[in-house]
Each structure stands twice: as structure tokens, then as C-alpha cells.
């Protein structure tokens, strides 16, 4: 099994759409963080759930928290062009786990927003 | 905005050959991470580094791989002879806090081993 799965795999969808993007684990946590990559590029970090937390809102973004059922899902709003990118969700199992911080991704969500 | 800075952006070197992948992380930045990128796969976690030594390291992590921040603003991943498997875009990353905390992510070196 492995930690931070995401699904749908590939997500396309027109502009102006809500894209929802879905996480799940297997160990308890400390906090959830979901990235966006663009093609070839580096990884940039877009909003932190805390383990204490059920929803989260920023900007176009609202990322929401179900511990009892280990999952996560992210949802951007009137999609644009622009968020076109892979997503990732990432666990940190630091404070359970007795490991130091360190990220656990899942293997992405390829989301293609339509002109 | 603070970021993380990597150099260089790609490196191509011979196998058997030793690489050097330079970061300056965030300057406030106490905690200090690489991670891998094999080309379509998962980001992996390689190692994290705190108060000049190494915290944990992955099975990845091997006795090829070594960590060394020579000074108060460069974090470098040494890999002493490449293989054609050390191919893949390496991240560093730092953050100002242990656990629950973002950490900042530079945009990578890519590195083939030919």
C-alpha cells in the first residue's frame, strides 16, 4: 500500500469548471499539502491541511479533511487555462511516525483545463 | 519573495562520474530536504538535514549519496560514481519549521546519466 494516492489519475475539464481532485492515505498524520507542478517545472506549494483541520479555503482553492476516512480532496473553482499542471498531495507523518519531517507524495493528478 | 535556488538546471555527465547539485535554500530556513523525481514516477524522499547533520535518510540514500552545507547558504547533493538510475529531476526543499510546516521547493536539477 502506499501513502498519498490520488485519483482521478487525468482530470480534463473546459475553463469555468470546478476541478475536484481526490487524496487518500494509509498512516495517521500530521498535516496534508497539495502541490501543483507544471510540465518540467518545479513543485509549488498551494495549501496546508493540519490533522486538527476539515476544510480549508484559499483563493480558488478549497481543500478539505476526513481523517476517520483517511482522505483529502482539493477543489479549484472556475478553472482556467492557467491551472493546467499535475497536482500532488504529500502527507507528513512526522509527530506519529517518531521519523523526522519529510514528505510522502502521491503519484499526481494530471489536470487539463480547456480553453 | 524568498525561493529556493538550484543549480544548475541540468547536468548531463558520463556514468561512473561524480555530480555535485548545488541549492541555496531559503535564508531564515533551518530544515533542509532532497528529493527525486524519476521522469514519470512519484516524488521520492532522499534525506533531510538539520544542524549540519543528516536526520534520516531513505532507502534511496545510499553510501553514493552524500549531503554537506560548507557554508551558511549552499546545500549540496553529492553523487559519487552515477548510474544510469540516478537519472531524474532532484528537488531541494527547506523550511523554517520541523514537522507541520510547507516546505519550499527550488525548481530542480535534472540530471541524465548517459
Known amino acids: 500500500s502506499q501513502q498519498g494516492e490520488e485519483d482521478p489519475q487525468a482530470l480534463s475539464i473546459q475553463e469555468g469548471e470546478n476541478a475536484t481532485m481526490n487524496c487518500s492515505y494509509k498512516?495517521?498524520?500530521?498535516?496534508l499539502q497539495w502541490y501543483r507542478q507544471n510540465s518540467g517545472r518545479g513543485l509549488v506549494h498551494l495549501i496546508l491541511i493540519r490533522s486538527n483541520e476539515r476544510e480549508k479555503h484559499s483563493g480558488r482553492l478549497r481543500v478539505t479533511l476526513d481523517t476517520s476516512k483517511k482522505s483529502s480532496s482539493l477543489l479549484i473553482t472556475a478553472s482556467r487555462a492557467a491551472d493546467t499542471a499535475s497536482y500532488f498531495c504529500a502527507t507528513d507523518s512526522s509527530y506519529y511516525t517518531g521519523a523526522n519531517s519529510k514528505l510522502t507524495f502521491g503519484k499526481g493528478i494530471t489536470l487539463s483545463v480547456r480553453p | 519573495e524568498p525561493e529556493v535556488t538550484q543549480t544548475p538546471s541540468h547536468q548531463v555527465t558520463q556514468m561512473g562520474q561524480e555530480v555535485i547539485l548545488r541549492c541555496v535554500p531559503i535564508?531564515?530556513?533551518?530544515?533542509f530536504y532532497w528529493y527525486r523525481q524519476i521522469l514519470g514516477q512519484k516524488v521520492e524522499f532522499l534525506v533531510s538535514f538539520y544542524n549540519n547533520e543528516i536526520s534520516e535518510k531513505s532507502e534511496i540514500f545510499d553510501d553514493q549519496f552524500s549531503v554537506e552545507r560548507p557554508d551558511g547558504s549552499n546545500f549540496t547533493l553529492k553523487i559519487r560514481s552515477t548510474k544510469l538510475e540516478d537519472s531524474a529531476m532532484y528537488f531541494c526543499?527547506?523550511?523554517?519549521?520541523?514537522?507541520?510546516?510547507?516546505?519550499?521547493f527550488g525548481a530542480g536539477t535534472r540530471l541524465s546519466v548517459l
Open positions: 535564508s531564515n530556513h533551518l530544515y
Open positions: 526543499a527547506s523550511s523554517e519549521e520541523w514537522g507541520a510546516n510547507i516546505q519550499y
Open positions: 498512516t495517521s498524520i500530521n498535516n
